[in-house]
């Protein structure tokens, strides 16, 4: 993990430093030139309010990371939301989300699903969830199906654990529905989601003031407008343009970027005192050391903001490796690749090819003393496959490493000069080029790669 921390003496400058750290992941994950995605991300335990995730999306992915077809809404699936619409037969005497606490009486039963009645089974349905300490039963009520678009369409709804850990924050997600035991629970929270009419859950409340047997008494009751507990699907309406549809992608996330604001530095009592906001780390440690000691006691200070960023490098080489790769070998990109280029030789041709890559490792326009101080940025990264293996041995194994461009010396090269360059990333492409075309050829596949 490469980490980054930031300090600023203001939110101002804070929230500038955030963008330009932003900025920066950004120009870093453009230079893989491979689809990535930057998410409006839950900040979580860590805290502070603002925070974005960077997401490779892959089949393989452990995210969820929703997106817009129409507009650049993108959040992970903990600060999803959507423009859903109420159900038509749902809509009648709707005012918001109901959430209901009540008091056990006492403990002891099991659920049975089918006592619910019929008009309630049919519209409606449960979750159930336990806290951290095993003491109190949640239980979301939800619509048996969601709409999917302004049409009305409809599917199967299914309840949003992100969802249920906003409203229940000390549910135990890792205990599954199915698998609770009902019974030794000290308190019922019952929320519902907000397709859910009043009158629903009016009669669901006055018909189950038990669960499973298990008593409990009302003991207060709160609204919450718009409580949404079901999953976001592929297909449901974008919140912020109203016109796109939601797209469901899984994603490996490879950043984060979080501002903490004074979520540490308060309780650490990390602060800088008024007056040297302006302090730069171009100044010399002796003048901020005296300007430190200048200060009067009763000098006022202010809590520094603060940041914390990180970049998942060995997240990063895995994802792309496990994406990129195909029957035959790796696919690197050209920045992570060992070398961009390998150059392969026939037999007899091992001298010709370090010609080949004398050409490759120069740019014929810089100087010498240029190329000495290592300011050939047009230098092409190359090695030589000089093993004493058979070509198609080494064309294989230049595959299964994965090398973005392979330069092959063969008959053509006799005849001619001519090489034959390969590119498997853009079309399995093969193709014969002149030597002295060379580099600007391989330089065109390289900025595609």
């Known amino acids: 993990m490469k980490d980054l921390y930031t300090f600023d003496h203001s939110q101002e400058e804070a929230l500038r430093t955030y963008s330009a750290v932003r900025r920066g992941y950004s120009e870093f994950f453009d230079e893989f030139k491979i689809p990535y995605v930057v998410a409006e991300a839950d900040s979580g335990s860590i805290g502070g309010n603002l925070s974005h995730e960077y997401h490779f999306p892959t089949p393989k992915g452990e995210d969820n990371v929703i997106s817009c077809d129409k507009c650049d809404y993108v959040a992970n699936e903990e600060l999803a939301r959507t423009d859903t619409p109420i159900l038509q037969e749902m809509a009648a005497g709707h005012s918001g989300s109901m959430k209901r606490i009540y008091e056990c009486r006492q403990s002891s039963g099991s659920p049975n699903y089918h006592d619910i009645p019929e008009h309630m089974r049919t519209h409606i349905q449960s979750w159930y969830g336990i806290s951290d300490n095993g003491k109190v039963l949640f239980q979301a009520i939800l619509p048996a199906t ?24 000390d549910a135990d997600l890792r205990v599954e529905s199915q698998n609770i035991v009902f019974g030794n629970f ?32 009302l003991k207060t009751a709160e609204i919450t407008s718009h409580l949404d507990v079901t999953r976001i699907d592929s297909g449901d309406l974008c919140p912020v343009c109203t016109t796109g549809t939601l797209r469901v992608q899984t994603a490996v996330e490879l950043g984060h970027t979080f501002f903490l604001g004074t979520r540490y530095s308060e309780p650490l009592q990390a602060s800088i005192a008024s007056g040297h906001e302006n302090l730069r780390s171009n100044e010399t440690s002796e003048k901020a050391i005296t300007d430190m000691e200048t200060l009067s006691p009763n000098s006022s200070t202010t809590a520094i903001q603060m940041g914390c960023h990180g970049i998942g490098v060995s997240r990063i080489i895995a994802a792309v490796a496990d994406s990129l790769a195909d029957e035959t070998g790796l696919n690197w990109p050209r920045v992570m690749a060992p070398f961009e280029v390998v150059v392969i030789p026939a037999n007899g041709l091992e001298d010709d090819a370090l010609e080949v890559l004398s050409r490759l490792d120069r740019d014929e326009n810089t100087t010498t003393s240029q190329r000495k101080s290592h300011l050939d940025i047009s230098a092409i990264d190359a090695i030589l496959d000089d093993r004493k293996k058979d070509m198609s041995w080494k064309l294989k194994d230049a595959d299964l490493i994965g090398y973005p461009v392979i330069i092959v010396l063969g008959r053509a090269w006799r005849k001619g000069r001519v090489c034959e360059v390969q590119c498997r990333r853009l079309k399995s ?21």
């Open 429 to 449: 492409l093969k193709v014969d080029v002149h030597v002295e075309q060379l580099n600007e050829f391989v330089s065109s596949l390289l900025d595609q790669l």
């Open 146 to 169: 969601k709409c999917l678009d302004r049409e009305n369409r409809t599917r199967e709804a299914r309840v949003n654990p992100y969802a249920i850990k906003s409203v229940f924050p």
């Open 186 to 217: 000290d308190q019922l929270v019952r929320v519902f989601d907000y397709r859910v009419s009043d009158s629903i859950a009016t009669a669901y409340n006055e018909y189950f003031d038990s669960i499973a047997g298990i008593p409990f008494h």
